[in-house]
C-alpha cells in the first residue's frame, strides 16, 4: 500500500544532505537560507528587492523575479566547540570521567528557489530549506553520557508560493509548506545500582513527522528608497512518532520497564515573524535593518511518551526541560554598489537565547550569539550572478549545571560543564534568470 508520509520523507532525505549545527543560530533555528542575506546579517531580509531568496522571511519578495528565476545557495559551517567537564557523577553519586570528543562538526546547508512569473503583476515559486536543526555527538564514555550520546533535530520544509504587486507601492504573498521532522536521541542509561548491579546500558529514540505550515507576508514603498515589509511563518505541529531501542541492558533496568517499545512526541516548531525596513542613502549605498521574533515559548519541553515493551512493562515518560522563552534577533547591514557589476555588503546582528540557566543542558548547550558578516554579489552578465558571505560567530561561554534538582534527572545524574564555542560560516549562491 502507498504511504504518503514515508514517501515524503524519503522525497526530502534524498534530495538534501544535510548534518545541521546548533552553532549556527539561537535555540535550534537555522537562518542561512541566503548568501545574498547572510552578507549583511539579514539586515533588510523581509524587504529587500535583491533576489527571490529573502522570500524565505517574506513570500511577497517572490516578486523580485520578472522572469523564471532559480537561486540555488549553500552555507557551509565550521564550527569549534571546547567542552570542559568540572564535575560529574551517576544515579548513585559515584564520581564519573570521560572527554567529549569532537561534539559538533562541519556541515553543508542548502536552499533552493525557484519562481515563475504568471503575468506582469503574479509570481509562483517553490522552495526547499531547512527552517531548524540541531546536532551533537560526544563520545559514548563521556562524562555526561547519561545526559546526552548523541542529539539530531532536523526540520526539511517544501514550500509553494504565490506573490502579487497589488499596486505600485504595494505586493503581497502567501505560501503553503509540508515539513518533514525528524528526531534522534541517543544517550547512556544508569543501571539505578550505584555501579553493583548489570552496568550500564545504551538507548536510542529515533522518530518522524510530516507537519503543514504558511507563511504571509507584504512589502510597501512609502517613498522612492524606501521599502518596509514583514513577514510571518507559522508554527508547525508534529508528532514524532518511531522506535526506541536499548542495548546491553541488564535485569534491573528491565524491571524499571525499559525496553524496546513504540514511542511518540507531540511538538509545535516555533512561528516567526521578520519586521524590516530598507532606505537608500544614495544611489549606491543602502541601509537596511531587521528584527525577528522566533516563538520559542511555542516548546516548553521534549516529551517522549513510551508504549508498553515487548515484556509488557511500560516506560515511564522522558522529559528535557527548554524552559524557553520567545527571543529577538536585531541587524543592521549596509549594501554599497562600487560598480555595475559588483555589490558589497557588511552586517552585524545580535541573536539573543531562548535557554536560561535553570534549564539549559548537555542536548542543548546554547548562549546568546553575535554575527559579523561580509559578502557581496557580482553580476556575470544580465540574467546570472553569483552572491558570497562569510559570517563569523561568537556564542557567548554558557554553563551546563544538572545538580539534580531537576525530577527529570533523577537517572541522569548531576553535569557541572563549560561550552566555549564560535563558527565561522561560508556562503554561496547562483542567481540565474530563464
Given amino acids: 500500500m502507498f504511504n504518503f508520509k514515508k514517501s515524503v520523507i524519503a ?15 539561537a535555540g535550534f533555528a537555522l537562518n542561512d537560507h541566503s548568501a545574498t542575506a547572510s552578507g549583511n546579517a539579514l539586515a533588510g531580509a523581509a524587504a529587500s528587492r535583491e533576489d527571490i531568496s529573502f522570500s524565505f522571511w517574506n513570500p511577497a519578495l517572490l516578486t523580485n523575479a520578472k522572469e523564471t528565476t532559480l537561486f540555488l545557495s549553500g552555507a557551509a559551517v565550521v564550527p569549534d566547540m571546547n567542552v570542559t567537564v568540572n564535575s560529574a557523577s551517576d544515579a548513585g553519586g559515584n564520581e564519573i570521567s570521560g572527554e567529549s570528543g569532537d561534539v559538533i562538526g562541519e556541515s553543508y546547508i542548502p536552499s533552493f528557489y525557484l519562481a515563475i512569473p504568471v503575468s506582469n503583476n503574479i509570481v509562483t515559486g517553490v522552495s526547499l530549506n531547512v527552517p531548524f536543526g540541531l546536532a551533537g555527538d560526544y563520545k559514548n564514555d563521556w562524562a555526561g553520557r547519561y545526559h546526552s550520546a548523541e542529539t539530531s533535530v532536523q526540520d526539511i520544509a517544501l ?97 524499571n520497564g525499559v525496553d524496546n517499545a513504540y514511542i511518540y512526541s507531540e511538538n509545535t516548531l516555533p512561528d516567526l515573524l521578520t519586521i524590516s525596513l530598507e532606505q537608500d542613502i544614495t544611489d549606491k549605498l543602502t541601509l537596511g535593518a531587521s528584527a525577528i521574533k522566533t516563538g520559542w515559548s511555542s516548546m516548553p519541553e521534549l516529551r517522549i511518551h513510551f508504549d508498553v515493551g515487548e515484556d509488557g ?121 530563464f
Fill in 159 to 255: 514550500a509553494f508560493s504565490i506573490a502579487a504587486n497589488a499596486t505600485s507601492w504595494l505586493s503581497v504573498g502567501a505560501s503553503f509548506q509540508l515539513h518533514s521532522a525528524s528526531l534522534k536521541l541517543d544517550a547512556a542509561v544508569s543501571d539505578l545500582s550505584g555501579g553493583t548491579g548489570d552496568g550500564d546500558g545504551y538507548g536510542s529514540i529515533e522518530g518522524d513527522d510530516i507537519g503543514a505550515g504558511y507563511a504571509i507576508g507584504f512589502i510597501v514603498t512609502p517613498f522612492d528608497g524606501t521599502r518596509f515589509g514583514v513577514g510571518y511563518r507559522s508554527e508547525v505541529d508534529v508528532t514524532i512518532e518511531g522506535n526506541v531501542t536499548y542495548n546491553d541492558v541488564g535485569t534491573i533496568l528491565t524491571a
Fill in 313 to 433: 512493562n511500560k516506560q515511564e515518560d522522558s522529559v528535557l526541560t527548554f524552559g524557553f522563552d520567545d527571543t529577538w534577533f536585531y541587524s543592521t547591514g549596509l549594501a554599497y554598489n562600487f560598480t555595475d557589476n559588483l555589490t558589497m555588503r557588511i552586517g552585524y546582528a545580535q541573536d539573543n537565547s531562548p535557554s536560561s540557566d535553570q534549564y539549559r543542558s548537555a542536548r542543548t548547550p546554547d548562549g546568546d550569539r553575535e554575527w559579523y558578516s561580509l559578502g557581496g554579489t557580482y553580476n556575470f552578465s544580465d540574467t546570472l550572478n553569483m552572491s558570497f558571505a562569510y559570517t563569523y560567530v561568537e556564542i557567548e561561554k554558557v554553563n551546563v549545571m544538572r545538580d539534580g534538582s531537576l525530577a527529570e534527572d533523577s537517572a541522569r545524574g548531576k553535569l557541572n560543564a563549560d561550552y566555549d564555542t564560535t563558527a565561522q560560516v561560508f556562503s554561496l549562491a547562483v542567481n540565474k534568470t
Fill in 11 to 25: 522525497c526530502l532525505s534524498a534530495t538534501l544532505f544535510i548534518s545541521s549545527q546548533q552553532a549556527i543560530a
